[in-house]
């Protein structure tokens, strides 16, 4: 924690220390100690070779022992974590989820609803042509791509799976507009299939929480499953998108008052 005097700086990779009090005066932490600005307004998480360095000193047991205690604050934050694209089965979950990328989930939940009353299955949005969808998911980023996707996707189900959504990570990967991210949250919140999907939320947590040095979503995922129960990565997933979206912001996270700021390694760097 910055502000005490004559304590080493974070980047030295001293071990969290259990003693530690968030903040409650509201001071920036310049005003608390001797170290200079730059180093405090700089995360150290902006780095990952630093934050690569206190990762490999922190044993697999410590690390564990800290994401068990995130989780029991997930858990209390967020009891019935859940995806927050609106949908009433796999097929319309797999399509918000193919929409939703570089899309925020609200953006779509306001054009599946009309959507999916025009093409309930994937028989129905197979027939479609792509000028056809358009309308419907206009108010979408990159729509013109993702009405072609969705139609591929819908044509691909169709032929291959019988207009079903296979429950298998890589028949789903071999969908248009499926990848390992899409796969990994349609399984997990339509069928309950054990995963961590990692996304921009996930990315950033893992890396502040130093559960993480990598960049590779994928190995990031893996990274995090070693660390939580199994029966419990899907709801990592989904609680920690939600602490990402509404807590631990990318510009401005809310480490005041933080529920996990104990377990941190980037508190105090804004
Ligand atoms: S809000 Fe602050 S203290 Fe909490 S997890 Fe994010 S960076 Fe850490």
Not at 26 to 50: D, F, H, L, N, W
Not at 188 to 208: E, Q
Request: charged share 25%; proline share 8%.
């Amino acid at each position: 924690m910055p502000g005490k005097r004559g304590q080493k700086p974070k980047a030295s990779g001293r071990k969290p220390d259990a003693s530690e009090k968030p903040r409650t005066t509201g001071q920036r932490p310049k005003a608390e100690g001797t170290k200079p600005r730059a180093r405090i307004a700089k995360p150290e998480v902006a780095s990952p070779k630093a934050l690569g360095g206190r990762l490999l000193r922190e044993s697999l047991k410590a690390k564990k022992a800290r994401a068990s205690r995130v989780l029991a604050a997930l858990e209390q934050l967020y009891p019935q974590a859940a995806t927050e694209l609106a949908h009433t089965n796999p097929f319309e979950l797999l399509i918000a989820t193919v929409l939703s990328a570089q899309a925020t989930d609200a953006s779509v939940n306001k054009a599946t609803p009309a959507l999916f009353a025009r093409y309930p299955d994937a028989r129905a949005l197979a027939q479609a042509t792509p000028e056809e969808v358009e309308p419907f998911i206009k108010t979408i980023g990159l729509y013109r791509a993702k009405a072609k996707n969705i139609v591929l996707l819908a044509r691909q189900l169709l032929k291959r799976h019988g207009g079903a959504v296979p429950v298998d990570k890589a028949r789903l990967r071999e969908l248009p507009g499926v990848g390992w991210k899409t796969a990994t949250v349609v399984l997990g919140a339509a069928f309950g299939v054990p995963g961590i999907a990692v996304d921009t939320h996930l990315m950033r947590l893992a890396g502040r929480l130093g559960f993480s040095s990598q960049k590779d979503p994928e190995k990031i995922g893996a990274d995090l499953e070693k660390l939580f129960p199994r029966d419990r990565w899907v709801f990592v997933h989904h609680a920690l998108i939600l602490f990402g979206r509404y807590r631990c912001t990318a510009r401005k996270p809310h480490c005041q008052g933080c529920p996990i700021y104990l377990e941190c390694w980037s508190k105090g760097a804004w």
